[in-house]
């Protein structure tokens, strides 16, 4: 019902930007939150459609339109020339999902239990892909370091953009394996989370919901693009700040209030999936995809991130959520930890951007 009445947000930032012309603060602010809204429906019409369509069609459905929000608010954004915002929208995505959404779903389901129980097998694999993660994301940053500074006057073969270009076809291709492995070969294995799950929706409905949804994603995400900088600059902070802490939460909105509300249930097997896998999502599929689509577009943006601020925040968090999902088990003060690691990293990103 909520989520409903908060649908009013999407006519409201129309009316503070074309009719009563509201300072750019205003209009970043209701798009911020009316994108962080829809992306909830999505998310809510893509597992109606996947309950539907079976694991197999519905992982696929997944991919395709998990990431929609954080998707096409970056392309925006990356259209307005600023491949830094978007750079540390990625990486704030995968902090955001991994441990602010992570770690407060986990003190929501263990605020009334000693302990939560979940497969490690399934997020063992997860925890595996996001430390692949951090080694394909290294390695254009260690490539442009090493041609920067490498005192002997050598042409390099290949530039950042082409080299991204590469990584990324590789990443798409290893997360296609990925959906081989869990939806196919070993679907038996990882499909138990969603037993009994029926849908409610019927199907005319969920595609309806899932296109308007969309539709309207894409014309808030134009509005909030245009005022990043000017809400930037009203806020006195910096447009990187907002991309890795705002713009990455709104995109990620969905998949926070989905994981406490499944670890509420004490599905905590959900949980690790939409949490680990929205970060696996984005650095395998949206951060490739982004490459090859701004390179189609003539804004190319590569996969060396401008602070290595972002790359330390990465590779931290892949380390740290390995360590959480090695034994199967959590406890309220590791997720209490989690945000904790979430908020010093905020804080860095605040004062060294």
Known sequence: MVFKLLLVL????AVLKYLIGASPLLVFGSSALAVAVLAEWVRRATDQLADRVG????????????????????LFVLLRGEAEVVQAQIAGSIMGTSLFGLGLAIIVGGATRERQRFSAERAGLLSTLLILVVIALLL?????LS????????????TDEELSLGVSVVLILLYLANLGFTLVTHRDVFAKDKDGEKADWSLPFALMVLVGATVAIAFESEMLAGTVSQAAGSLHLSPMFLGVIVLALVGTAGDLFAASWFAHEDKMGLVFNICIGSAVQVALVLAPLLVIISWALGHPMTLVFSNPLHLFAIASTAFIVNGVARDGETTWFEGLLLVGVYILFGLAFFFGS
């Open 10 to 13: 999407i006519p409201a930032s």
């Open 55 to 74: 694991p197999a069609l519905g992982g696929l459905l997944t991919v395709s339109f998990g990431s929609i929000a954080e998707l096409v608010l970056a």
């Open 140 to 144: 254009p940053a260690v490539f442009d």
């Open 147 to 158: 041609g920067r500074m490498s005192d002997r006057a050598v042409t390099l073969s290949i």
